[in-house]
């Protein structure tokens, strides 16, 4: 997608506000003699931010706006080192909020909609994205958190909630609940909106179909916000998302070049409002591409498609290069086998190779030996390794509520 003259001179006013901060970034681009953004050439002369950078700026060092102005902090989950503390303005709550309520729209939900709401509250952006967003649409929202499956069939039934939102792990273990206690019938659910992760359309169809409702992929991240800068419409055609508050970017990942519209690399995303920390080309590491043309909704916000993986997801093993959706299309043509699994790989000293094992689920009718043999044979042949195939009951592998980490890598420990 192009800058437009109006994204540029927002570009121009963050870097101006960025630079009379003199924050974190203030420094790195004074360094760089960059002090004004006039044409897309001077964009793209600015460097990358990596979320290692966010890091090294612990705790503020990537405010851009006066401490009285800030009013809340959230803070993104770092699986290793520091977390990233991401603070926020007034207008900047209000304009997620915004951003999510249109979220919603595009979904098709109002305000007689009921959303019951499972992402995680805290530090985390989740949970009080999707309230701020329902509450800013004039939906109810019912605030159950996550866990407590009990609990929220029970709400499910007793305030006939219309929508869910959850992560794509627990809307399926929901569903499955569902589908246990025979509850469908007693439920309202209309809708669900789905933190989008890379999920198989083997899942999406199960949940879809288990829950008898429409589903629609949310996209976000702390970095940005949090969820609620993009959503599907329900055309089903990729995902709008809100070019007056983001510039969104396709990168090839080795070079950081952009690719042309249509073409997949890593989604790179500028805040153009943004007053407590404004990021400005900001590698999400989450692999897409931006769908070319309108969509025939009618709405003007250019589409995302759904997000491919992540590019510090891929794996390597015996010098081939592999990404966890590869592993799930390929289970997805497998009969009776579920949507979820696990990757280990650990170096065995003894013969000097690296071992893949591969842990997945299957359905009590089908044969679980056979089951492993075609997998192990189908992965040989797509991704020229040969794992070990371990076949398990359905249901044994852990759900999570958070996004699920499914590739272990025990070969550095
Ligand atoms: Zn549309």
Redesign the pocket.
């Known amino acids: 997608m192009k800058i437009t003259e109006k994204q540029l001179s927002l570009v121009n006013e963050r870097l101006k506000a960025i630079l009379s901060s003199d924050n974190y970034f203030a420094k790195i681009y004074k360094e760089l003699g960059i002090t004004e953004i006039k044409t897309p050439e001077d964009f793209r002369k600015l460097p990358f931010i990596d979320k290692a950078e966010l890091r090294n700026a612990y705790p503020l060092g990537i405010q851009a706006a006066p401490d009285e102005e800030i009013v809340r902090i959230h803070s993104s989950s770092g699986t290793t080192g520091k977390p990233v503390i991401i603070p926020y303005t007034a207008k900047d709550v209000d304009d997620w909020a915004t951003m999510f309520a249109r979220c919603y729209e595009?979904a098709g939900i109002g305000k007689r909609d009921r959303i019951q709401i499972t992402p995680g509250y805290g530090l985390w952006t989740a949970g009080i994205g999707f309230q701020a967003g329902c509450e800013k649409l004039g939906a109810m929202a019912i605030p159950m958190g996550p866990g407590n499956t009990e609990k929220q069939l029970q709400m499910m039934q007793d305030l006939k909630s219309t929508v869910i939102c959850a992560t794509s792990s627990y809307a399926l273990l929901l569903a499955e609940e569902i589908n246990k206690r025979g509850l469908r019938d007693k439920l309202l659910l209309k809708k669900g909106v789905i933190g989008s992760e890379r999920w198989s359309d083997k899942k999406r169809e199960y949940i879809a179909n288990e829950l008898g409702i429409e589903l629609y992929d949310i996209y976000g991240l702390t970095e940005i916000y949090g969820p609620g800068i993009g959503i599907?419409?329900s055309?089903q055609?990729g995902m709008?998302y809100w070019d007056d508050y983001i510039y969104v970017e396709i990168i090839d990942p080795e070079t950081g070049e952009n690719v042309e519209d249509g073409e997949e690399g890593e989604i790179v995303i500028t805040t153009l409002v943004k007053e407590g920390a404004p990021l400005l080309r900001f590698r999400t590491h989450d692999l897409s591409r931006i769908i070319p043309g309108d969509?025939?909704?009618?709405?003007s916000y250019p589409?995302l498609d759904v997000i491919k993986g992540r590019s510090d997801d891929m794996f390597k093993v015996h010098g081939v290069n592999m990404f966890p959706s590869q592993v799930e299309e390929l289970l997805g043509t497998v009969d009776g086998v579920s949507s979820e699994y696990k990757i280990d790989i650990a170096h065995d000293d003894e013969i000097n190779r690296d071992i893949i094992l591969l842990t997945v689920e299957a359905e009590g009718r089908v044969n679980f030996e056979k089951t492993g043999e075609t997998i192990k044979n189908a992965f040989k042949s797509k991704m020229s390794v040969t794992p070990k195939v371990v076949v398990v009951s359905l249901g044994t592998l852990p759900r999570s509520e958070k996004k699920t980490k499914r590739v272990f890598d025990h070969r550095e420990e």
């Open positions: 595009t599907n419409c055309l055609t709008h969509c025939p909704c009618g709405r589409r």
